[in-house]
């Protein structure tokens, strides 16, 4: 086995192989899609590199909710396929792949009302606990009485919640889950360098056979020579793809997410809880001691590098939680703010961020050379 270290000596060794050796694959973006091809792709016996022009996880990788989850709310969009993969992915990530990183975490549903939005709302939650399938690493869903709820969650409105459901989902420092795939990836072989922009692909004839990369540190540019050239650039694909001079198969939507950061004071629960809103829904997380509360689902064009909550953002955010807390939380509560951008396949032209799909996709603009297991 390999080295697993990723630091100062590790990069200098790192650059020097970029420029000598022959990879069967290589990986443009550090994120955890690209450490997660990285490590599944050497794991299988093939030489791999990436390069990633920041750190790992500096993008939308270190700025989500923290949750591995099911995606409940795709439920209510029927689509029961993505629902049923992601909660045998959380499963997996509890039980056995992750336990050091991934831990439960308990929501509370709350209920306007005494009858019908119970049944409504727990037959949803019992499909969500059947999808997940017969490995059940999380604790059942159970409904709580208004009684209960005023002793376990007493910031929710006791004059406006009649009881609550508590169901369960994951979460996961989200920026250290990313570096332990990368980790993991080096562990088995690949070489993975940061602070390396990938500036021009490498052809050969239609076929792309490297790239020219630059490490940013000292200006120095080195040809990559690789027999399948992946990117997995989140919200960079468009810029990539019209930079390459690719025609792609799809179009990448930014959706901005923002956050807020609470003290644990602020709100008074044992337990996380999650509101269906008019757009999405908002979920107030306990992180720790303190509470993320978010997040958005709005269209970004601007700065993909250092997206920004706006005022308006914050006070979505604030709006949407004071309608079940007391006392209400203020903005001057507020820790930190924080906000990611979600790359979201999109083939219409203007398309709503919160309708669009959370599926992957796997595009293949130029010919490739078709690898064995060992290449």
Known sequence: MF???????????????????????????????GVGA?????????????????????????????????????LEQYDFKLVREALHERELMVSSLAPHLVKPVGFLYPLHEKYRERTYVGAGLALYDVLRGFQRALPWHKHLSEKKIATIAPSLRGDLINGAIKYFDAQVDDARHTLAVARTAARHGAIIATRVQCEELVRDGKRVVGAKVRDLNSGKKITVSAKVT???AGVWSDELHEKFGIKPGYKVAMSKGAHIVLPKSAIKSE?????????????????????????????YKADRTNPVATKEDVEYIIDQANRVLHPKIDAADILGVYAGLRPLVANAAGATTTKLSREHTVDRPVPVHHLSRYG
């Open 3 to 33: 080295d697993s270290q990723l630091n100062p000596a590790q990069r200098i060794a790192a650059l020097k192989s970029l420029a000598s050796d022959e990879f069967d694959v290589l990986i443009i973006g550090g994120g955890v899609t």
């Open 38 to 74: 990285a490590l599944d792709a050497a794991s299988r016996g093939l030489k791999v590199a990436l390069v990633e022009n920041q750190d790992i996880a500096a993008g939308t990788s270190s700025r989500s909710s923290k949750l591995i989850h099911g995606g409940l709310r795709y």
């Open 230 to 232: 992946v990117m997995c």
């Open 271 to 299: 337990a996380g809880i999650i509101l269906k809103t008019s757009v999405s829904v908002l979920f107030i997380i306990p992180w720790a001691d303190k509470w993320i509360v978010g997040t958005t689902d709005t269209p």
